[in-house]
């Protein structure tokens, strides 16, 4: 399994000089190699090089594996989209491989520029010196816009033997809720709800203010930059929080020897339909990358993690199996009218996405899968369990 770990750069003025200039000149050749293979149609990385490799040293000063490496992220560039020419900005991520930089322990790294080698020492915490050893293959030398530098280290780790499962972890998504599993633990997203409000409130002032300027004949170039900030800010925020709801599941899970059990969301906003009010609200979560975090986590622990539909997740009893909108008497309030069993909502409907993946996957957990809940569809049998969460 490949992860990528983040190492802070502190070079000196000097070397921050020579970095940038560096990075700046590999991206305008970048951007120039780029105009002439989308002019000829060109995406043969032997045949760019064959033509320009020459052209490259030349003009802008790159040593050969520079140049080598200019091409090969031109060509992967253009073979995304034949029909667009690449542009590269001028402090875009630059690619640094085993040739062009070398690690001198774990405090100090080589790194070429167009005025010869740099050590430059870095920094990196306990999580990325746990990993570091495993370092394979290409990194990125990335300058932020507040003047700091980061190389981006690609580790390549050992998968991890499967624990011995015995159970899953159901774990409800939501937006009151981020999360909840089917122990009762809630990951609340009121903090969530209240940033996103609050940046979506500054994007509104800062779009008016822009159309305000081009109405004026302005340029609103600072404008844009603020908007850029807010949404560099709330991504960063956004990240931080599934991060730390990921790393929580899949610690409960692991302490217990469960799988993981998810919802499948994937095109969420294409098959539900939200009142307009409604949209930015529901849809304002990144639940796609909190799965992604959950993945790759839990295969870092050698836990499985299970998607089930979660079609009637949240109106249908996990005691009786009866399925009803009546059932969800509010957005907290899960009372089912067939067997009076009631408890939260979101607590009801991890424990039949629980439910679910050990129908889909016994052989993980190891058991024989038990037809109860909502699995056992409207009318099933199943006596009633306590559940002694009533509200």
């Given at each position: 399994m490949e992860l990528t770990l983040q190492l802070q750069l502190l070079p000196d003025t000097e070397q921050a000089t020579r970095l940038q200039a560096t990075v700046e000149r590999f991206?305008?050749?970048?951007?120039?190699?780029?105009e002439q293979a989308y002019a000829q149609r060109l995406a043969n990385k032997v045949r760019l090089q064959r033509q320009y490799y020459t052209d490259l040293r030349a003009r802008f000063g790159l040593s050969a594996q520079m140049a080598v490496r200019c091409i090969a992220r031109v060509v992967d560039a253009y073979k995304r989209d034949k029909s667009l020419c690449p542009t590269f900005r001028p402090?875009?991520?630059?690619?640094?491989?085993?040739r062009l930089m070398s690690f001198k322990g774990?405090?100090?790294?080589?790194?070429?520029?167009?005025?010869?080698?740099?050590?430059?020492p870095f920094?990196?915490?306990?999580?990325?010196?746990?990993?570091?050893t495993e370092a394979k293959g290409q990194c990125h030398l990335v300058r932020r816009d507040d003047g700091r530098w980061f190389l981006l280290v690609v580790v390549k780790l050992p998968e991890h033997a499967p624990l011995p499962i015995t159970d899953f972890l159901g774990v409800d998504l939501g937006v009151v809720n981020l999360a909840t599993t089917s122990?009762?633990?809630?990951?609340?997203?009121?903090?969530?709800?209240?940033?996103r409000t609050r940046y979506a409130r500054r994007r509104q002032r800062l779009q008016r203010a822009a159309h305000r300027a081009q109405m004026a004949g302005k340029r609103p170039k600072n404008i844009r930059r603020a908007l850029q900030r807010t949404a560099r800010r709330e991504a960063a925020f956004r990240r931080d929080v599934n991060h730390r709801i990921s790393k929580t599941l899949v610690a409960a899970a692991t302490d217990t020897a469960r799988g993981l059990a998810l919802e499948d969301l994937q095109d969420l906003r294409a098959r539900a339909r939200f009142r307009k009010p409604q949209r930015a609200r529901m849809t304002g979560w990144a639940f796609a990358q909190l799965r992604g975090f959950v993945e790759y986590k839990a295969s870092?622990?050698?836990?499985?993690?299970?998607l089930v539909d979660p079609k009637h997740t949240s109106q249908g009893c996990n005691v009786c199996g009866h399925i009803a909108r009546g059932n969800r008497r509010s957005q907290a309030r899960f009372s089912c009218t067939q067997c009076d069993y009631t408890t939260h909502a979101d607590f009801n409907a991890a424990l039949n996405i629980r439910a679910r993946a050990l129908v889909i996957a016994p052989?993980?957990?190891?058991?024989?899968?038990?037809?109860?809940?909502?699995?056992?569809?409207?009318g099933a049998s199943?006596?009633?369990r306590p559940s002694g969460r009533s509200l």
């Open positions: 991206n305008a050749a970048c951007t120039w190699l780029a402090h875009a991520a630059m690619p640094y491989d085993q774990v405090a100090q790294v080589s790194l070429l520029t167009l005025d010869g080698r740099v050590l430059v920094v990196m915490g306990a999580y990325q010196r746990a990993r570091f122990d009762g633990t809630t990951h609340s997203g009121a903090a969530v709800d209240a940033c870092l622990a050698g836990l499985p993690v299970v052989e993980v957990a190891g058991r024989r899968p038990q037809q109860r809940g909502l699995l056992a569809g409207a199943d006596k009633p």
